[in-house]
């Protein structure tokens, strides 16, 4: 047997041993970008530092983070000092840091801000667009990976809780540059398949991980979408553009099934409140409707049913005497009428009447002739008009005037040649 073989333990001590002594190792200065950031309750600082080519990680122990003023966040560009060392159990260098400075915010958090910005000032995040979620479904859609831990939760939780609901799943690409234009094309799917809610999300990850649930065309797919959408992208730290544009945002993929479907427990309890609440409302009625059975039982119409008919026999009896009496009057107040015609003095005399008329008339007739002109002209006067206005005074014409002299048997027309007043 060749005896230069070694464990693998004793290979990653030998070359942790190289690391720890290497002086150009003791005290190295980077920079990057924070990726997949966790601050642990202890107070440590697990993360990933990274630049366009390679990434290394990292952890800074809470008595170095306690020197720190700032929060880092993923996608933060900073400056780290520390050293370079092996973790024996799993083989992996990393940086142990003592001290780290901001260096500016990275350029996908930069976008993130940017494109979050912008969509807010076009409203897609108003909650004047966000629709309800069904509180019983019977379908609903899931467009993530097929193979992830996110959709295993998901199916999982809803068949727990609420099993009646179907499950449709639209396997989704979801990390990757095709990643966003799938994920539209899923959500466009779902969209037409009638379903009550639709679950759009992923596990967690880094911000370059859930950078397809931060894009554009995805933000507006499910804004555009009219089926109600809960967002499930990430862990509970992790939010992305789709969280904010979403009609629902849930911390993770479970929590986005649990939003999703009632509990059946909890069903069963509401159920068994309203047949409590119907149970109540039916013997309310009952006895309301036997209390109201009773008064009518009790009633004086019922026990004396002819009353009914006494008291309207009565009124008729009223209503015909009256008209009776109505009728009397009108007879008699005719029959008088009658009588005073017949005994008045027009009807006993008539020719009185026609004599009194006849003699009125002679009156005004002879008033008539005194009055007529014609009777004038056959007196010897006549009549002088001018313009077919009769003249009164001589002052009206004047020399040359045109007149019309009317005399009992004919007109003269003549012309003023002189005019002499008296």
Known sequence: MNNNYITVAALTRYIK???????????????????NFKHHTRGHFYFTIKDEESRINAIMFASSTKNINFEPIDGMRV??????????STGNYQIYVSDMMEDGIGNLYALYEELKNKLSKEGLFDVSHKKQIPKIPKKIGVVTAPTGAAIKDIISTINRRFPLCEVILFPSLVQGKEAKEDIVKNIKLADTYNLDTLIVGRGGGS???????NEEIVARAIYECKTPIISAVGHEIDFTISDFVSDMRAATPTGAAELAVPSKEELKKLISQYQIRLSKNIKGKVDNNIIYLNKVLDSY??????????????KLSNYIERLKNFILNILSSNKLRYENIKS??????????????????????????????????????????K???VVTNIKSIKLKDKIDIT????????????????
């Open 387 to 389: 313009d077919n206005i």
């Open 79 to 88: 400056l780290v000092k520390g050293r370079i060392s092996v973790f024996e």
């Open 207 to 213: 911000i370059e991980d859930l950078w397809a649930f």
């Open 301 to 314: 119409i019922l026990k004396n049913p002819m009353s009914i008919y006494e008291v309207k026999e009565e």
């Open 17 to 35: 041993y190289k690391l720890d002594n290497d002086a150009n190792l003791q005290e190295v200065y980077i920079k990057g970008e924070i990726s």
């Open 344 to 385: 008045s003095y027009l009807f006993l005399t008539p020719e009185k009447m026609f004599e009194n008329k006849n003699n009125k008339y002679t009156n005004l007739i002879n008033k008539l002739e005194v009055l007529n002109p014609l009777n004038t002209l056959k007196r010897g006067y006549s009549i002088t008009k």
């Open 407 to 422: 005399f009992e048997n004919g007109i003269v027309n003549a012309e003023v040649l002189e005019i002499k007043e008296n």
